[in-house]
């Protein structure tokens, strides 16, 4: 989603005349977006921050100004500490408040600025429709925002805000201008995408799921995904959406967190680990290749070498394609951050490892399954040795392979030659 919002942001700043660069060094402004969702996220900032710093002394040499902006989760929660804690930041500013970036941009120049607020009018409102930095066929496209779920460990309800639905029109209208400019695989994004219920035209309410048969009917969209979903929100209509519409890729990210249901439940993930067996059950069922990654937490408060071992089970029971995995890190304000039974922190990496070392295993199978067959690859960037383009599986998975450059944005069947757990390589198969 910070990728998405970086974007967004460089298209709305476009009419100011500003473009990105790669690097920092020839910059009239450094904008860092920045996460809060676990503590090391966070300490990047202030250490990111201080190289910001020196950058900008380094430029005030000759001459030059440097407008040092935070954006981002970090930014929201922290506001007033980050102009505090760091005199040389020019401007803070919340993930909801982004859209204003042209009138904040040119108040930066004269004073300090901090906007944290959660406008009452959505920042999708403002943003130009048309995503006039988009490069390549595959493309962000945010459709919710924001949780009302509450999850004990969790910092986004607050830093985020409330649960959104962007329009379902305005969706369609932003996936055809994309397709008229070349895009081919959309993602759709939202902190809990498949809670998504939006307006659609006739005023009824569209599910996720409605919301990609209607994506599913524009020509020339041909790949859709969507992340982060949550076990709660798996309706029926997203199911059949996996049975009924040939652009949904058969893949689904769907984070767990544990596999303990004392654990889940004092996470407040309100449903149980059989639950989430019946969920991956139901949806192989609808759509045989479909395969999963997860999210899981190791170590969170109260965890017992018997919850941990509930947790290594459900691994063992689903079979993932790839997977991340965190140690748990303590929030502020969140209500786990004050619970009883903390995991000594050599437990936890312990933890970590075994289940990294399941995880990675299974990667490795899906993969090498995958040793000689064919299997259409969307090449959506340039690879890494000239003559080679860089591409996506169905299932996400990255490839490089040699082809012609014309190929760029386009999609071909490709031999699977070979794979490992991190890689797969393999040949035009035309
Ligand atoms: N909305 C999604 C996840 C959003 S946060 C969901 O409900 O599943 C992305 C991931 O970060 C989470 O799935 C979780 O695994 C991890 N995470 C969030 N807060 C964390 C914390 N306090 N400590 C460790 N990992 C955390
Ligand atoms: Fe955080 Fe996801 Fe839980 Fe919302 S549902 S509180 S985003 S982990």
Request: glycine share 6%.
């Given at each position: 989603?910070?990728?998405?919002?970086?974007?967004?942001?460089?298209?709305?700043?476009?009419?100011l005349?500003?473009?990105?660069?790669?690097?920092?060094?020839d910059?009239?402004?450094?904008?860092?977006?920045?996460c809060?969702?676990r503590?090391?996220?966070?300490?990047?900032?202030?250490?990111?921050?201080?190289?910001?710093?020196?950058?900008?002394?380094?430029?005030?040499?000759?001459?030059?100004?440097?407008?040092?902006?935070?954006a981002?989760?970090?930014?929201?929660?922290?506001?007033?500490?980050?102009?505090?804690?760091?005199?040389?930041?020019?401007?803070?500013f919340?993930?909801?408040?982004?859209?204003?970036?042209?009138?904040?941009?040119?108040?930066?120049?004269?004073?300090?600025?901090?906007?944290?607020?959660?406008?009452?009018?959505?920042?999708?409102?403002?943003?130009?429709?048309?995503?006039v930095?988009?490069?390549?066929?595959?493309?962000?496209?945010?459709?919710?925002?924001?949780?009302?779920?509450?999850?004990?460990?969790?910092?986004?309800?607050?830093?985020?805000?409330?649960?959104?639905?962007?329009?379902?029109?305005?969706?369609?209208?932003?996936?055809?201008?994309?397709?008229?400019?070349?895009?081919?695989?959309?993602?759709?994004?939202?902190?809990?995408?498949?809670?998504y219920?939006?307006?659609?035209?006739?005023?009824?309410?569209?599910?996720?799921g409605?919301?990609?048969?209607?994506?599913?009917?524009?020509d020339?969209?041909e790949?859709?995904?969507?992340m982060?979903?949550?076990p709660?929100?798996?309706?029926?209509?997203?199911?059949?959406?996996?049975?009924?519409?040939?652009?949904?890729?058969?893949?689904m990210?769907?984070?767990?967190q544990?596999?303990?249901?004392?654990?889940?439940?004092?996470?407040?993930r309100?449903?149980?680990?059989?639950?989430?067996?019946?969920?991956?059950?139901?949806?192989?069922?609808?759509r045989?290749?479909?395969?999963?990654s997860?999210?899981?937490?190791?170590?969170?408060?109260?965890?017992?070498?018997?919850?941990f071992?509930?947790?290594?089970?459900l691994?063992?029971?689903v079979?993932?394609?790839?997977?991340y995995?965190?140690?748990?890190?303590?929030?502020?304000?969140?209500?786990?951050?004050?619970?009883?039974?903390?995991v000594?922190?050599?437990?936890?990496d312990?933890?970590?490892?075994?289940?990294?070392?399941?995880?990675?295993?299974?990667?490795?199978?899906?993969?090498?399954?995958?040793?000689g067959?064919?299997?259409?690859?969307?090449?959506?960037?340039?690879g890494?040795?000239?003559?080679?383009l860089?591409?996506?599986?169905?299932?996400?998975?990255?490839?490089h392979?040699?082809?012609?450059?014309?190929?760029?944005?386009?999609?071909?069947?490709?031999r699977?030659?070979?794979?490992?757990?991190?890689?797969?390589?393999?040949?035009?198969?035309?």
């Amino acid at each position: 989603m910070n990728v998405y919002d970086s974007h967004r942001m460089a298209d709305i700043l476009h009419p100011l005349g500003y473009r990105a660069v790669d690097t920092p060094d020839d910059a009239d402004m450094v904008i860092l977006n920045t996460c809060h969702i676990r503590e090391k996220a966070t300490d990047k900032v202030f250490s990111d921050l201080g190289r910001m710093r020196d950058h900008k002394d380094e430029r005030a040499k000759s001459g030059k100004k440097t407008l040092v902006a935070v954006a981002g989760c970090v930014a929201q929660a922290e506001g007033e500490l980050i102009m505090d804690r760091a005199p040389y930041v020019d401007l803070v500013f919340g993930p909801q408040t982004y859209h204003e970036l042209p009138e904040m941009v040119v108040r930066a120049l004269g004073e300090r600025v901090v906007n944290t607020d959660f406008p009452v009018e959505s920042k999708f409102d403002s943003l130009p429709v048309d995503h006039v930095t988009q490069d390549g066929p595959s493309a962000f496209v945010s459709i919710q925002e924001g949780c009302d779920k509450f999850c004990t460990f969790c910092v986004v309800p607050y830093t985020r805000g409330a649960e959104y639905s962007r329009p379902a029109e305005k969706i369609l209208d932003e996936a055809k201008t994309l397709r008229d400019r070349g895009v081919k695989d959309i993602t759709l994004l939202g902190q809990n995408v498949n809670a998504y219920h939006g307006e659609a035209a006739d005023g009824s309410t569209w599910s996720l799921g409605r919301l990609i048969q209607a994506l599913g009917d524009i020509d020339g969209v041909e790949r859709i995904r969507y992340m982060t979903s949550h076990p709660r929100d798996v309706d029926q209509d997203l199911i059949d959406a996996h049975r009924d519409v040939p652009a949904l890729m058969p893949f689904m990210h769907l984070p767990v967190q544990s596999g303990s249901d004392a654990i889940l439940k004092s996470m407040n993930r309100k449903h149980t680990a059989d639950h989430y067996r019946e969920i991956i059950a139901k949806l192989r069922a609808a759509r045989p290749d479909i395969a999963f990654s997860s999210d899981f937490i190791v170590g969170f408060p109260g965890e017992t070498e018997a919850d941990f071992e509930a947790t290594m089970q459900l691994v063992r029971d689903v079979r993932y394609m790839s997977a991340y995995s965190f140690k748990y890190s303590a929030r502020p304000g969140t209500p786990a951050a004050n619970m009883q039974g903390l995991v000594h922190d050599a437990i936890m990496d312990e933890r970590l490892q075994r289940l990294q070392a399941l995880l990675m295993e299974q990667q490795r199978e899906f993969n090498t399954a995958m040793i000689g067959q064919t299997v259409p690859v969307l090449f959506d960037g340039r690879g890494r040795k000239d003559g080679q383009l860089y591409g996506r599986t169905p299932w996400n998975q990255p490839m490089h392979v040699m082809a012609p450059a014309q190929y760029f944005g386009q999609i071909a069947q490709v031999r699977v030659n070979d794979a490992t757990a991190t890689s797969i390589t393999g040949e035009l198969a035309q």
